[in-house]
């Protein structure tokens, strides 16, 4: 392979197309073309679509949830029963069949072929079956809540034994539908993301190095790499536990008496259980927060009108915390009964993150040091990003000092923090990234004032939810209690607490409606974007078509001769330059990647 | 300019709300204060950076907030800032860490001379063990549960024979003497929690955990479950007493042994043998 010189540096060097570009099948019929299609953008909008529709559901629990939390005894409706019911299948629904399916099936699919000039993935076939399977699998999640005795009320660890005995809901059935719903999510994620992995490693356009990759497909890539060597942890715990459910083998089950009875299974482990679901449940932290790391890069460089602070690090800062996340697992688990001596180093791995992860912080604000900031609906997702994952991640150094989790742990602190950290940050995202992107994909605007009225209320909201709840934790009140009921250590104010946080749960559970009203209002009624409104640098935004056509790119693809950060470049006429312009001859050009 | 004074907002809201919260930590009763010092660090390390990247991030949107005309700086990387900002990271990071690593030696390491008292965790109530007079627990096993036996110890281990059993009632604590607390569950994950004591564990069927904590401050205190232990998880309560030497003394002589309930349970079952006996004549 020879580098062809298309500039007067380094920024300029593209390396010659090494296979011949191909024309895609291109679908005819209506079917081929929005249902059973292969077109990665419209797998990316069934995705969405699915993930946010089963989100709704996990929404309303929450409410339910925080009714019979902050008003005890007011809602006669729901009862221990259904309150471990609604935890279970609101914090499973959320980290995996909505964050993770929307970042990775949905901004995924839609975002990594159009960021790196590609026509598709690389297997739209596998990647088809990804979403049918995927939608398989919430389709027999939500069934659960239709069988005899209800969903699972495991809570969402999903812990054996009580998961599978007596004494807890949906025992019998709810608890099958679960595990087989996952089975089926970790197959159907499998096809997708081994598209996404290998179309990033095969199908970049020519000039497209790693290292000018804009740091949303570092993220989703990362994260994706990182999904495909967590979840066969849950897959074969799930495996397990429902052997260990219908087969009467002790996997994790020791010898033990339910309700007064002896069960027959003997010898298993119930920590077991614990090391498998965390080896997959750590990662899966960064599953979410990684893509939405990359993206919010994008989000504010673009609309601070500024190169990304610091791109090299910001890169490895990703593979770093990617590759540190899969040995701190156990920070979960330090009073599970564990060797103690293992608190000492996965405490010490625990910490390390923090490294990497302050210097993406750092290089976020920085990126604004100096900037041309454009407080646009995306940037406010952005910045109001920053503040609940700082917030959500400093106090991850309270719970991943060994010690000083010890009285956390178990208690509404530690709710509060992963909410702030790992519910409200990348929802943050998620919703500035849909901001962001809309124009792309339906061609128009959102209604700005709609937009900024959903930010304010979501943000300012969750915000005065998550943050009081911390200290609801520090009085020691537990967390999974359907009834908090009269302790001593709990003053009453504790309780007033509680029902404000209930208030706010609702009015920020309502502004997410007029967010979905913006939505499908906009379609029809927003303005028109043009195919680049915010002036952007990537790949995605200089398609000939908006929204792209199939094989996104017409007849020829892009050619890209320099990084996705080139904003207010000195000298350039204009204040950002398409990562495929070719080279201008200024100065600041030569020294980039 | 609004956003930006709504940003600082947050950051100065959240120092006050701290500061002048009423929603604190319990009073300590136990010796673990060296977990509230490390915690009370945290807060001020942790609070000071969140203060600051708060209120940069809203500096930099009042100070660079766009105007007609304005041009963002092209500065891709800038080394020396980027390491210096590393190396203050890892410094506040170890000031974090180190503290917190020898407390925890200190919090898996028993002292020696150490009593013990065994938790027993079951849907859904709490059972206590203490070693008699020969200061050891015998052995148990699930497999010798029984309604005369709700524990399960071992009736040939003679080491278990003076254990003092309480099932069901409070659990009494000698103020100032140092305990390790073993635990153990018949079916599913507790956690045996007093929140005044700090320290906590979970109990798992099939082994034996411990944590360990010296009391030292006299009162009743609540005990809940803290692992999710299925549908009662949050009626599983319990009560514990810190008191005196003399008046645990008092409380420890009112308790019955193994051996004294294995007898009692055995004379109940001779009496009600000849009852059942004339009840079915036919045997």
Known sequence: MTDIPMGDGPAGAVPAAEVPEVDLYHPHSWITKYVFSQDAKVIAIQYSLTALAIGMVALVLSWLMRLQLGFPGLFSFIDANMYLQFITMHGMIMVVYLLTALFLGGFGNYLIPLMVGARDMVFPYANMLSYWIYLLAVLVLAASFFVPGGPTGAGWTLYPPQAITAGTPGQEWGIVLMLVSLILFIIGFTMGGLNYVVTVLQARARGMTLMRMPLTVWGIFTATVMALLAFPALFVASVMLLFDRLLGTSFFMPSLISMGERMAHRGGSPILFQHLFWFFGHPEVYIVALPAFGMVSDLISTHARKNIFGYRMMVWAIVGIGALSFVVWAHHMYVSGMHPYFGFFFATTTLIIAVPTAIKVYNWVLTLWRGDIHLTVPMLFALGFIVTFVNGGLTGLFLGNVVVDVPLSDTMFVVAHFHMVMGVAPIMVVFGAIYHWYPKITGRMFNDWLGKFHFWVTFLGAYAIFFPMHYLGLIGMPRRYHDIGQLSFVPDSAHTLNAFISVMALIVGFAQLVFLFNMVWSLRKGKEAGSNPWRATTLEWQTPETPPGHGNWGKELPVVYRWAYDYSVPGAPEDFIPQNTPPLGLAAEGGHP | ?283
């Not at chain 2, 500061?19 to 010092?37: E, G, L």
């Open chain 2, 1 to 283: 300019m609004p956003t930006a004074i709504i940003l600082l907002l947050v950051a100065v809201g959240s120092v006050l709300f701290h500061i002048v919260s009423p929603w604190w930590w319990t009073p300590i009763a136990s010796n673990w204060s060296y977990i509230d010092h490390t915690l009370t660090a945290t807060f001020w390390i942790t609070g000071a950076v969140f203060f600051a990247v708060v209120a940069f991030m809203a500096y930099c949107i009042f100070r660079f907030r766009h105007v007609e005309g304005r041009k963002a700086d092209y500065e891709p990387e800038n080394r020396k800032l980027e390491s210096w900002l590393t190396v203050a990271t890892a410094i506040g990071v170890t000031a974090m860490l180190v503290p917190g690593l020898f407390v925890w030696h200190q919090f898996i390491t028993v002292p020696a001379g150490a009593a013990q008292v065994e938790v027993m965790g079951q849907q859904w109530r709490w059972s206590y063990r203490l070693p008699g007079a020969d200061g050891r627990l015998g052995t148990s096993d699930v497999q010798y549960i029984s309604a005369e036996n709700p524990l399960g110890l071992n009736p040939n281990d003679p080491n278990g024979k003076d254990d003092v059993i309480i099932d069901g009632g409070d659990l009494h604590f000698q103020i100032g003497r140092p305990i390790k607390v073993l635990l153990r569950s018949v079916d599913v994950l507790h956690n045996f929690y007093v929140p005044e004591f700090r320290a906590k564990m979970d109990m798992v069927p099939g082994s034996v955990t411990y944590f360990w904590f010296t009391p030292i401050r006299a009162g009743e205190f609540d005990v809940l479950c803290a692992e999710l232990c299925g549908l009662a998880h949050s009626q599983m309560r319990g009560k514990v007493i810190v008191e005196s030497a003399q008046a645990y003394n008092a409380w420890l002589a009112q308790q019955k042994t193994f051996a004294e309930m294995s007898a009692r349970s055995r004379t109940a079952a001779a009496e009600r043998q000849p009852d059942q006996e004339r009840a079915r004549p036919g045997r």
